[in-house]
């Protein structure tokens, strides 16, 4: 789909176009299968350089300094070379942004990953694809949980370690879209031993999930298995708030926050039922660790979250997921929305906000994605407001709480969509090669 995209996009019995074509073909036909780290591709051959020109607004990703004068920037061998380039620039490509923003890719920090990009959930495919059209670059499962016919309450170290272990080698092992998917987030159960831990960081998990585990009833087990992940390099993060759409995830708030420590608290304002008012506040007052907001949860405890955050200004442990594909649905662009609440509704500024859903996330869970510097990745997306939206930037347009309009995605410095997205409209200005 995506190559068929680029082709459409190229004109016919155009020079330029044909040997820009060839420098990317190999990127684009070369195996999905790449190296799961998200650090740029491995492989032996040339990237293209990449020269963006005529920017107009620069995200970095930092929430300590969201926004830079930035007009251009090269890309060589997948990575951000060089801001501001200057003198003559040997680039393989040029992209004239037009004006528009560079911002870094989105970062999904909660997905529910099955097959590929098919889905049972909701009996959906390409869905992958479709997120990253809607801007998400990166994305990190918060467990497998959806694989059909497993037996919530029946589950053992064994088959939790033995699914974690597959869907890192098969969903995980690949770039679906183009996506970087880190999935195989073991479902925690009683029961498992060190071995499994190494099993799991052997496989290339990232991340562990406590959903199903009686935290209060095993409390020691727990501590012990946290120990084991961080050791290994493995982060965690719980389920918070009410029982979820399983039927079986155990109810988590404060006091259990409190001794656990989790690396992240999964969808604090709900998931779909938030935790206490009281709970709530106190999470955000008296713990250290990363927060996560998803588009399952509930408005108003996420608005309530945020301005507390915002207010003890901590809004470095704010992270953002959609929590999807699931019972709230499968949405493209999911983590626009909870961008665009941030800025529209909790009145975040738009670099606030896009730090927010990029770099605190990534960084949360031990990604280095996520932020616009000299040597990170090259993961972003190249958008605008759309026509009639508020403002001529797309910071007015996003602060307004408007949905920008992408027009570009690279991935490791390579274009994945060019001219416009297929999942939002198109910005009032194209950029173009
Ligand atoms: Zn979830």
Known sequence: MVIGFICACLPENDGRANAFFQKISFFLKRPATVDRKETSLS???????????????????????????????????GCIAELNPSGELD??????????????????????????????????SSWIGNYMHGGSTSMISAGELHTPGL?????????VTSLAEVTC????????????????????VPGMT????????????????????????????AEQYSDWCRVRGIRTK?????????????????????????????????????MSDKDLDRVIDETEFALEICSSGNYRSTLRAVLRLK?????????????????????????????????????????????????????????????????????????????GSAGNTLADAIAHGDLPGISFVLVDGMVIVNTRSEQTPPPATIAHF
């Open 194 to 221: 060190e071995h499994h831990f190494d099993r799991l960081a052997k496989a290339g998990s990232i991340l562990a999930k406590f959903i199903f585990f009686p935290l209060e009833e095993a409390r020691d087990q």
């Open 311 to 387: 207010e003890n200004n901590r809004l470095d442990r704010l992270t953002l997921g959609t929590d999807t594909p699931g019972g709230t649905g499968v949405i493209p662009r999911g983590m626009l929305r909870n961008l665009l609440f941030l800025t529209g509704v909790c009145e975040l500024t738009p670099g606030e906000a896009i730090a927010v859903a990029t770099g605190n996330t990534a960084t949360a869970h031990g990604l280095t994605v996520g932020t616009l510097e000299i040597g990170a990745p090259a993961d972003l997306l190249i958008a605008g407001p759309v026509l």
């Open 238 to 274: 719980v389920h918070t708030g009410g029982v979820s759409r399983s039927g079986s995830s155990r109810i988590c708030g404060f006091d259990t926050l409190s001794w656990l420590q989790p690396d992240v608290a999964a969808h604090v304002s709900g998931g779909p039922i938030p």
């Open 43 to 77: 492989n032996d051959r040339v990237m293209p350089t990449t020269l963006i020109k005529n920017i107009g607004e620069f995200f970095t990703g930092k929430l300590a300094s969201p926004i830079a004068e930035v007009d251009s920037l090269l890309i060589r061998n």
């Open 91 to 124: 680039s393989d490509i040029t992209i004239n942004a037009e004006g528009l923003a560079v911002l870094p890719g989105l970062v999904d920090g909660h997905v529910h990953p099955v097959f590929g990009e098919w889905t049972p959930t909701q009996d959906a």
């Open 169 to 188: 080698s098969t969903t995980g092992g690949t770039r679906w879209s183009g996506v970087k998917l880190h999935a195989g987030t073991v479902l925690l």
């Open 151 to 159: 037996d919530y309450n029946n589950l053992t170290a064994d088959l």
